[in-house]
């Protein structure tokens, strides 16, 4: 839901979201959606104020993530249930087809990347105990592995970079927000949620010209399971501690 709306598509009937981001050139948001009777899983764009998504086309396999380069090239990775497992593609945003760009296949379930803009690179997080990755973000798509310091709280369900801090805000199979630095330090952003947060975009709600988190609307997908299930989506606000 968005602020209480459920994301609807038409033509489909949507039975969960679990990607989520925002192109940096237009602004508009996208998501990974999975629909009955659908094999693989939708690309959409999604109406924050209205809750209607707009379907792009089937990416054809199942995909976990998204995250975009500063110059609005989209890439998803795809989940340890895909028939194509653990790589990275590049995405067409028009049409939502795909070509590889490298193969992760590291850590096990929970696939998760983000985009950051200072290094032009993606980090990847995989696995329960978490292998953590930065892939650059342009061929050869080279990856390096990042070693982890301290406790890490479990599997990764969404990340997404925040400018002010120079650090990752990602969200875990332990309902808790985190922060995590490039070189693999994690440290507490906010108290456990009700909730899982499968997919996390920043997007801009006031014209400061150096957002902090008090200054960003941060949108939420949160997969609710069981029968039925759909995906909320919350707006909500960090203090910027």
């Not at 990755?133 to 990042?146: F, G, K, N, Q, S």
């Amino acid at each position: 839901m968005i602020d209480g709306r459920v994301v609807v598509v038409s033509g489909r009937t949507i039975t969960g979201l679990n990607a989520l981001t925002r192109d940096p050139v237009t602004g508009t948001l996208y998501a990974v959606a999975k629909a009955t009777g659908v094999t693989g899983r939708l690309l959409i764009t999604v109406n924050v104020a209205t809750g209607i998504g707009t379907e792009i086309g089937n990416l054809g396999d199942n995909f976990s993530s998204l995250a975009f380069r500063s110059d609005g090239q989209l890439f998803g990775v795809t989940g340890d249930g895909a028939s194509v497992p653990e790589t990275l593609y590049l995405i067409n945003k028009s049409d939502a087809t795909k070509a590889v760009a490298t193969t992760l296949g590291n850590g096990a379930d929970g696939e998760v990347i983000a985009y950051n803009p200072d290094d032009n690179s993606f980090y990847h997080w995989s696995g329960g105990t978490i292998v953590f990755e930065r892939v650059l973000a342009v061929a050869p798509y080279t990856v390096t592995d990042i070693p982890i310091t301290g406790p890490t709280n479990g599997e990764i369900f969404g990340a997404v970079w925040d400018p002010a801090r120079g650090q990752f805000l990602v969200h875990n199979i332990s309902s808790s927000m985190d922060f995590w630095t490039t070189s693999g330090v994690r440290s507490n952003a906010q108290a456990p949620t009700v909730q899982d947060i499968r997919g996390l975009a920043l997007v801009p709600s006031t014209a400061a010209a150096v957002p902090t988190l008090t200054e960003w609307g941060m949108i939420l997908f949160a997969l609710v399971l069981g029968g039925g299930a759909a995906v909320a989506v919350h707006r909500r606000r960090f203090r910027n501690v």
